[in-house]
């Protein structure tokens, strides 16, 4: 369940890979036995899937000419790919309170991706695609990377519906617009100069269109290469980041602020800590 950038990242590499490929078989192993079983219904469908056409692949999402689609989350680093089958090589030593899954999808090619799957927060499931039209799945209720469905006209009706919640809350978070990592958003926010817990109906038009800007504009330097995040890649490596946002998160608590040097400070909310400058970013 990688979230932005990682999720691209990870979808970058993978989806020229498999799609067009031929699923010959999928195996599901038990690499570990916990106090839990999992996800009961989860792997019943596997057999739909065999001798299918990958037709549309990305970081969390798998469809296939069988007209049933595969969805999937696990954590950084758990999807590999192998040009040949004879060069996997994953040693899961994670325990979780649940069963671990390796499941290995085979292609046409003797190249395969396996995907550890194990914890609560993980899933794995294939069912029939009944939703007509539908043919890749966002991955939020804006999809960040999708500039069709990113506009600053839907971005402005989301907060619109929205006005008695905080910004970050209406961005990043369970309820937000997108599925993006706080500290990403955070730093966001800084160089927008608007405070996370800021209600979104103080924002005015030009505070929204700067902040819709900045997010575009930074999605477009992930998406070109120009920025990448650090993240352990489909064939084992750790990627190192390169021209990098900083992350906003507690290892930024009291470190200069990147625009103007003031202490990094923290706010509760959501749940969780939301880092801010508080000389950029004045609340509302
Ligand atoms: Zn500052």
Partial sequence: MPSFPIYL???QQIKPLIEGKTITEIKCETYYKGRYSWHGDSLRNLDSIK???????????????????????????????FNDVSDINIKPSKKSETDGYILTFYFDDKSCMTLVLYSWSTNFSIRENNMENMKIMPKSQIELTDDAAFTLERFRKWLSERGNMNIV????????AFDIYNPVMNYILL?????PRTKTRNLSDDEIEKLYRNIKNIVDNYKTGKRIC?????FGN?????NDVVWLNSSMLGKPCPVCGTSIDF??????????????QIKK
């Fill in 9 to 11: 990242m990870i979808e």
């Fill in 51 to 81: 001798n299918a056409k990958i037709v549309y692949a990305d970081s969390k999402f798998i469809l296939t000419d069988s007209n049933y689609i595969i969805e999937f989350s696990y954590f950084n680093g758990d999807l590999r790919y």
């Fill in 169 to 176: 809350e209406n961005c990043s978070t369970a309820k937000g």
């Fill in 191 to 195: 160089i927008s100069n608007i405070h």
């Fill in 230 to 234: 650090e993240f352990d890649d489909i």
């Fill in 238 to 242: 750790k990627v190192a980041p390169k």
């Fill in 267 to 280: 706010t509760p909310c959501a749940g969780t800590k939301m880092y801010f400058c508080p000389n950029c």
